[in-house]
Structure formats: C-alpha cells, structure tokens
C-alpha cells in the first residue's frame, strides 16, 4: 500500500540553495567546483553518490530512471557509468518493442533486451518493459500475417514468450501502450489500432490477463501519453483514459499501474495543473500507482538560439511538472526518455525539425553527460516531494 509520510518539510532538503542553472564536471565521484552559466555563481556539488538522481528519489521512497538505447549501452562506457551512476530504474528504448524481438513470425531475438536485463541485474537496477502490446513499432511482416483468426494466438504467444522470459525480473510491464485515440471517433475513446481492427475492446483483458499468467510479479501498466496538459483536447483524453482503466478494474483485469508518458513542450501557452493531479487523484482511488514513464521536454518552440536560456526555460519546465506530480502520493516512479541530448528521438533525421541549426536538447544531461540546468531541477524536485513506501521494492 502506498502510504503517505507527509511533505518533506524545507529542513530536510539536500541541495537546497543550489543555484537551479549549477553545472558540474560528472563522472567524477567526488565534489569538484565548477563554472556555472555565465549568470550563475559558481558552486559546489557532487552529483555521484549520495548526489545522484537516484538517492535524491530515493530518499523520498522513488525509483528514477531512463530510456535505454542499447547500441549506445554496448559501444559507450560513458554512458554505461551514467545509467549505473544516476538511475535506480532503465526501460529499453526500442529493443523490447515486436519489431526488435521479432525478426519473423517465428522468431524471436532477445539479444538486446537480455543486454539491458544482464547490466541491470549486474548493477541492481530494476527495469520496466516497454511493451507487449502498441499499434507502432510491429514488423514488417505482420500485416501480412496476423489475422481476425489468429491475432489473439499471436498476442498470447509473444507475451507469455516475452514476460514469460524476464519473469520475475522485472519492476513493471508496460503492458498496453496508447489505446485511445478520440480521433478514431468511438464512444468509448478507443484508439482503431491493428489490435482493435482484429480483437475488438477485449484486446487489452486479453493482454494484461496473459501479462499476469505469464510474470505475476510485475506490476502491470496501461502507458498514455498526451494526458498531461489543461486543455480540451487532452481532458478529453483523461477521460477516455479514465473510463478505460475503470472498465478494466471492474472487469477484474489485473492492472496495478497507470503510466504517464509526459513528453511535455517548452515555451508553449499550453498549462498544467488540475487536470493531471486530478487524473492522478483518480487512478490512486482505483488502487493504482502512477509512474512518469518518459518524461522530455522539447524545446523547438522557443525563438531563442542561446543554448544557456534554451536550458533554463527546460529545466524550470522540469522542475513546475515534476513539482506537480510529485505532490501525487501515487507517483512512485520518474523516468525520462534518455539521458543525454546527444541521443534522443525529437532529434530523430525523420522528424521534421523547428530549428535545423539547432539540435533540441530535452534531457537531464548535455551531449558530453555534463548534468545541466534539468538535472538540477529533477533532484531539487525530488528533494520537496513527499516520502512513500514502495510498493514493489
Ligand atoms: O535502427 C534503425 C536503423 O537501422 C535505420 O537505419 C533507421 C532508419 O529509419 O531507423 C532505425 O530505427 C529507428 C529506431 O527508432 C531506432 O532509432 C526507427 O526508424 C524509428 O521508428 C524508431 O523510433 C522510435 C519510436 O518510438 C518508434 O518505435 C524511437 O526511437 C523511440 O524513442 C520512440 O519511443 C516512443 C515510445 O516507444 C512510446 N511513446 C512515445 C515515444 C516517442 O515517440
């Protein structure tokens, strides 16, 4: 159960007092003193350690962690010391999305997904899943060979086959990943995905009821993104999230997390506030947790070309989210999707891009993993959140 300690009250704050925009040199394990932005006083911090992402979170009972691209983890050392250094949680970026694991019908390839089980076992990280079952990322050859015959074959038999392999393993599962749609145009929210065209509704029973034979340990989660902001469209969302998630408890479908994507945008007019707390506030009177799952933020947006304000209206983007969120008792996990700007999908050659000249820079850490201004704002919000017991530590 998830209990609440109360807010952290101000004399408990590590870091309080550090500049929001302070730097450091990382990889360091030790404090060093270091030039900060050319407005900000120089500081010193320590960022390894008892500074890292993960002991902040963890002080406060929250696991926080990032999207893992497997290439890099493999041919980057640097990168494998930040993943250990900084996260007590990794989810895989691509490598356990069908297309990665299943090169044929018949065929499964687990080698880049048992790459990111093996280095977090090696460096007691949990991991979450991403995902057993979304209307993207599927082989080529699926289209051509799932039917309205055997679709419900072919889902039971790559989730037990997948789940099934990481068993007791895994933190969570991201079980179903973005099933509505309101522009499909149905009553109930529900996204026309391949799935749908061939299961109909019972799709998602169907899933996260094999999830659960296949590694009762995990804790199931339905992943939603576009649910964060106050406007119409997204409430409209919520809602259809909302009802889902009821329809699914009340059916007895085991279903234990919500996650909240939150690719969330600088420099837009668009707010947050009462929409997520209170869409928050409902998933944890359904018995849910919630779980931040791939927090960025994109910048292209903003008019300005220097990188140093492009960074402080990032991080203060960070910190007002993660502010909100946290005062959530439900919300025991934070994960962003990356780690560096060096490697992230809004920088993606087939996106289309704002500010060609100018690569967007979402993430806690710049292309070199020096932490920047985000960081900051991501332990500093970790500091003022609440304490909660987790529930599958
Ligand atoms: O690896 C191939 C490469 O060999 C090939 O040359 C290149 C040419 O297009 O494509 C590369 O694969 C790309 C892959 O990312 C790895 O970079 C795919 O085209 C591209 O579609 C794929 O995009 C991923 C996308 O999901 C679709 O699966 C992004 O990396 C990944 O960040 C993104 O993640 C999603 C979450 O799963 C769900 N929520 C939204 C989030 C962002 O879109």
Redesign the pocket.
Known sequence: MLTRRGFISTGLRVGAGLAAGSAATFLSGCAHRVAGPATLPSVTNQITGSGSLKAHAAAHGLLTGAAVAIPLLRSDPAYARVLSEQYSILVA??AM?WKALRPAPDRFSFGEADALVAFAEQNSIKVRG?NLCWH??LPDWFAVTVTKENARQFLTDHIMNVAGRYKGKMHSWDVV?EAVDAKSGRDDGLRKSPWFEMLGPDYLDIAFRTAREADPHALLTYNE?GIEYDNEEEAQKRAFTLQLLRRLKAANVPLDAVGI?S?IRAGSSYSFGNGIREFMASARQMGLQVFIT?MDVNDDELPDDDVAKVDHAIAAVYRDYLTTVLAEPAVTAVLT?GVSDGHT?LN?P?RKQRHPNRPQRPLPFDENYRPKEAFFAMRDSFDKGMSRNLVND
């Open positions: 970026e691509n999305k991403h993207e990322a990943n993104y994507q690719h791939e999707w999908w993606n087939m």
